[in-house]
């Protein structure tokens, strides 16, 4: 007789109890690069997705995802209907959930609340780039962008380099960066300045993390990128104009095909040859230098490959499995 199929269905509260540290976050993170920079020991296929009529600009993306030095696999799908909050249907613009199975047979283990983790994995994912190509002494951080992954990016970042203390805060209204400054404020020993326009946000600083919702003009310029910033757009193609990615002394990311495929829908003029790409793993295995010069200006994107939301939702799994945490749930 087959055997009962059961999984585990993890809440939002049973993640954050089980989740490990920020900093053990982040070394899951780097040991992940580390482990993808060979190529042959894991699949991670360019996410796919479907686009529905029902709301411009939404899509279903599917993320599957076989790391095997970590054993991790599973998939997460993941939505986005950018109209939710206009329409006021009470309902956030994304959504996702993760599937882990077993690496043995294949069959489902547990069902996880996605967008915890896709929060924390992009900062991180952030803060293992800085560590590896911010400039030394690195001390100013510039945020254009204060929502979720604001939050999320001060607190990795600040983790990898603690040295950071002055921080610049640009958003679409003043009161989204006052209330972003006022609630951090109390996270931390940093210098949390509002400012009016992301320019301020953008010139001088030693790091700088954007993560808007995409636009169609641009809302950052390569003129205003200072000689030695390490610019690091967690909205992929959507915030910076094609100049700064052209004119950039080195571009790095951990996806080259699809941040090719976000900069056709993004910023159509930008062509980017392969030859001028460098991969994030290969700089966290050592296999391509950091930070260069102290004038370098690099731009390190991490494209939301599904390899890094496996391998910290099976620390997840594993710590809630042990701890007793989740609720199980009968396929058959």
Same mark, same amino acid.
């Given at each position: 007789?087959?055997?009962?199929?059961?999984? %585990?269905?993890?809440?939002?509260?049973?993640?954050?109890?089980?989740?490990?540290? $920020?900093?053990?976050?982040?070394?899951?993170?780097?040991?992940? &690069?580390?482990?993808?920079?060979?190529?042959?020991?894991?699949?991670?296929?360019?996410?796919?997705?479907?686009?529905?009529?029902?709301?411009?600009?939404?899509?279903?993306?599917?993320?599957?995802?076989?790391?095997?030095?970590?054993?991790? =696999?599973?998939?997460?799908?993941?939505? &986005?209907?950018?109209?939710?909050?206009?329409?006021?249907?009470?309902?956030?613009?994304?959504?996702?959930?993760?599937?882990?199975?077993?690496?043995?047979?294949?069959?489902?283990?547990?069902? =996880? !609340?996605?967008?915890?983790?896709?929060?924390?994995?992009?900062?991180?994912?952030?803060?293992?780039?800085?560590?590896? =190509?911010?400039?030394? *002494?690195?001390?100013?951080?510039?945020?254009?962008?204060?929502?979720?992954?604001?939050?999320?990016?001060?607190?990795?970042?600040?983790?990898?380099?603690?040295?950071?203390?002055?921080?610049?805060?640009?958003?679409?209204?003043? !009161?989204?960066?006052?209330?972003?400054?006022?609630?951090?404020?109390?996270?931390?020993?940093?210098? =949390?300045?509002?400012?009016?326009?992301?320019?301020?946000?953008?010139?001088?600083?030693?790091?700088?993390?954007?993560?808007?919702?995409?636009?169609?003009?641009?809302?950052?310029?390569? %003129?205003?990128?200072?000689?030695?910033?390490?610019?690091?757009?967690?909205?992929?193609?959507?915030?910076?104009?094609?100049?700064?990615?052209? $004119?950039?002394?080195?571009?790095?990311?951990?996806? &080259?095909?699809?941040?090719?495929?976000?900069?056709? $829908?993004?910023?159509?003029?930008?062509?980017?040859?392969?030859?001028?790409?460098?991969?994030?793993?290969?700089?966290?295995?050592?296999?391509?230098? *950091?930070?260069?010069?102290?004038?370098? $200006?690099?731009?390190?994107?991490?494209? *939301?490959?599904?390899?890094?939301?496996?391998?910290?939702?099976?620390?997840? &799994?594993?710590?809630?499995?042990?701890?007793?945490?989740?609720?199980?749930?009968?396929?058959?």
């Amino acid at each position: 007789m087959a055997k009962r199929i059961e999984v %585990s269905v993890l809440s939002e509260q049973d993640i954050v109890a089980s989740a490990p540290s $920020r900093a053990e976050m982040i070394g899951i993170i780097e040991r992940t &690069y580390r482990a993808c920079a060979d190529e042959g020991a894991s699949q991670i296929p360019t996410k796919i997705g479907v686009h529905p009529e029902t709301s411009p600009g939404s899509f279903c993306h599917a993320m599957p995802a076989w790391i095997a030095p970590e054993r991790a =696999l599973g998939m997460k799908w993941i939505s &986005y209907f950018p109209g939710n909050g206009a329409a006021g249907l009470g309902v956030p613009d994304s959504s996702g959930i993760i599937v882990l199975n077993d690496p043995d047979n294949g069959m489902p283990l547990a069902i =996880l !609340e996605g967008m915890w983790i896709t929060y924390a994995r992009t900062a991180a994912c952030a803060a293992v780039a800085a560590r590896h =190509l911010a400039a030394d *002494g690195a001390v100013r951080l510039g945020l254009v962008g204060c929502g979720g992954l604001g939050k999320w990016s001060l607190r990795m970042l600040s983790e990898a380099l603690p040295a950071l203390r002055e921080i610049r805060v640009a958003s679409r209204s003043k !009161e989204s960066r006052e209330r972003f400054c006022r609630e951090m404020s109390a996270e931390g020993p940093w210098n =949390l300045v509002p400012v009016d326009s992301n320019e301020d946000a953008v010139r001088g600083m030693d790091i700088v993390v954007s993560s808007i919702q995409k636009t169609a003009m641009p809302q950052a310029l390569e %003129s205003w990128w200072s000689a030695g910033t390490l610019v690091i757009p967690l909205d992929v193609a959507g915030c910076w104009d094609v100049a700064t990615f052209e $004119r950039a002394d080195r571009v790095i990311t951990d996806g &080259y095909a699809a941040f090719v495929r976000a900069a056709a $829908r993004d910023r159509p003029a930008l062509n980017l040859p392969e030859s001028r790409h460098v991969r994030l793993e290969d700089v966290v295995a050592g296999r391509a230098p *950091g930070r260069v010069s102290p004038h370098e $200006r690099a731009i390190a994107i991490p494209t *939301g490959v599904a390899s890094v939301d496996m391998t910290l939702a099976w620390e997840i &799994y594993r710590r809630a499995r042990d701890a007793g945490r989740g609720t199980k749930v009968a396929l058959t």
